[in-house]
């Protein structure tokens, strides 16, 4: 029995599919942002493979479709043997490569070479992968034969194909957004509410007064949620901050509030702010309004770096917007964030407007992935250019945020996507690892907009447009951080760039979508100038910051 149904699968496959899948399969093991275990590897090249499949039958149907000069029947069983063999030598051959591309990434992130890619799990991966797509697709099929001979009943069958074929999209439609993709969605929600609720051991309610959650705050500590509590209560302080300076310093003050601190973003928002005023952070030389990642996260790295650089003199403020990890808040929530952080940005800068311009701190912007899209959000040029705020440090940026895309694709000619040069530099300047902020003969104008961003971050440099053509970052130039061994494939890349925004921050520190302390350093001095700082001091402090990466 199971001889005779692999025999007919064997006879029912396309060869031209197997064809176009092999080639496909062969050019997922190829290098792209981030490096691929092997689990992920076999994913990938199995979705490759039925999506490559998928077109070579496709083709095959246009073939026959349009009544082209058939094709020999009585040798089609001998082809088929000979493209299976040089099928699979091929793709074999790419597996055996597949560990050298997979160190050309790693080498550049300082990773320790894979050795080997474990070709038999990737391989066998991908094939129980094709099946499981593979069947779906014949379910599709059955579906849509099953309702085009109903309706033939009573339609043309040309017109009765049209409408079983759009039965059976629809069916499966729904299926996929309202059974898998709706319920999944739901899971994920409920699984990050829950973390978000879940108190640290180590971390307990503030006794000072004038922290966020404390007796006297007007934030309930509890609605702060995980995130909002590590926050708050991290960071240096005083004894900190003092070891770099010589002069008396201050604790930083940090604002927070949390889903669960009011009912709508307008209200988080005036509640954040009046929590604000009550513990002075309008009297500070620098205010941050911060807007974190989808789970209410800020990145220590790029909070606790600017509250060294001003000696504590800085205060913090910041309102969550959603439980999801900011991929998933992108895809379903993406407007959610910016609504957030457009009411945080309005309450401040009201009340920033009617302090004596004297007398009150200088405001900046500041925010990372899917905070940057939010923080980029926030700001209405048009109605903050009597009265700008100084500038913005936004780290990562997805590949939606439309002030980075515009800045990005009227760069200066020469310049590469993935570290452009805008206009005259006055306005917003673009760095990475290496600091590439000083640009010569060029002044800054009243905002300072600074883009960190790293060539491998696939949160930043995926696009829609690279399943038909090659992305502008891979012209030219390769960043530092990115394989000389990566090269476009129609509709492979794509997908290969889709698996590298799900795992962007498995790289280590400095690469991907994990940036490093002492890169942020650079951007904050850029931004807000802070004084008595030596090149000396700087690299003491950044060295500082990497001795505690390494503690931990």
């Known amino acids: 029995m199971l001889k005779k149904i692999l025999y007919q699968y064997w006879r029912s496959y396309s060869t ?19 490096p691929r275990i092997a689990l992920l590897q076999g994913v990938l090249s199995g979705i490759s493979f039925a999506v490559g499949y998928g077109l070579g039958n496709l083709g095959v149907w246009l073939w026959d479709y349009l009544e082209l ?3 020999a029947t009585h040798l089609e069983q001998l082809v088929k043997w000979i493209m299976t063999l040089i099928c699979c030598g091929f793709a074999a ?6 560990a050298a591309w997979q160190d050309s990434i790693r080498v550049l992130m300082q990773l320790e070479p894979v050795g080997t890619a474990q070709p038999l799990i990737v391989g066998l991966l991908a094939f129980f992968v094709f099946v499981l797509v593979h069947l779906l697709s014949r379910l599709f099929k059955f579906v849509l034969m099953k309702s085009s001979r109903f309706i033939n009943r009573f339609m043309p069958r040309r017109v ?10 629809t069916l499966f439609f729904l299926l996929i957004d309202g059974l898998l993709f709706k319920q999944a969605l739901r899971l994920a929600d409920s699984i990050y509410e829950d973390l978000d609720k879940l108190s640290e051991a180590n971390i307990a309610q503030p006794a000072d007064p004038l922290k966020t959650g404390s007796v006297m705050s007007l934030i309930n500590w509890d609605s702060l949620g995980r995130m909002g509590r590590n926050f708050i209560s991290s960071g240096p302080d005083k004894s900190d901050i003092q070891k770099f300076f010589d002069e008396p310093v201050l604790s930083p003050i940090r604002v927070y509030a949390g889903l669960r601190s009011a009912d709508t973003p307008a209200k988080r928002a005036k509640l954040a702010l009046n929590e604000l005023i009550r513990v002075g952070g309008f009297e500070r030389s620098v205010l941050i309004v911060a807007t974190p990642t989808g789970t209410g996260w800020l ?12 000696g504590g003199d800085t205060a913090i403020i910041g309102v969550q917007y959603s439980y999801l990890a900011s991929w998933l808040s992108l895809l379903v929530e993406p407007g959610y964030g910016a609504e ?15 302090l004596s311009r004297d007398n009150r701190p200088k405001l900046y912007l500041h925010g990372l992935s899917l905070g940057s899209l939010s923080s980029e959000s926030s700001v209405d040029l048009f109605e903050i250019i009597a009265d700008p705020h100084h500038g913005a440090l936004w780290a990562g940026p997805p590949f939606p945020s439309s002030h980075w895309r515009s800045v990005t694709d009227d760069r200066k000619s020469g310049t590469p996507a993935w570290l452009p040069r805008f206009s005259d530099g006055s306005y917003v300047r673009f760095t990475s690892q290496q600091n590439h ?18 060539a491998s971050d696939a949160i930043t440099f995926f696009e829609l447009e690279s399943i038909f053509r090659a992305p502008a ?27 590298d925004v799900m795992v962007s921050t498995a790289p280590p520190l400095g690469y991907g979508h994990n940036y490093a302390p002492e890169h942020y350093l650079d951007g904050w001095l850029e931004v807000t100038q802070p004084r008595g700082w030596s090149d000396a001091k700087i690299i003491r402090l950044k060295s500082g910051f990497a001795s505690l990466r390494e503690m931990k």
């Open 16 to 34: 031209t599919g197997l064809l176009v899948g092999t080639f496909f399969f062969a050019f997922s093991l190829t290098p792209s942002l981030v």
């Open 69 to 71: 000069p058939k094709r």
């Open 299 to 310: 990145d220590p790295a790029g909070v606790d770096t600017v509250e060294y650089l001003h």
């Open 160 to 169: 009765a194909n049209v409408v079983g074929f759009c039965i059976a999209a």
């Open 473 to 499: 970052w891979m012209e030219g130039q390769r960043g530092p951080d990115v394989s000389t061994q990566l090269r476009w494939y129609p509709l492979v890349t794509f997908l290969q760039l889709l698996v």
């Open 93 to 98: 051959y790419f597996l055996w490569q597949s």
């Open 340 to 354: 957030t952080a457009r009411a945080l940005f309005r309450q401040v800068y009201l009340h920033w407007t009617t």
């Open 437 to 454: 902020l000083a640009l010569p003969d060029t002044n800054w104008g009243p905002i300072r907009i600074v883009y960190l961003q790293y």
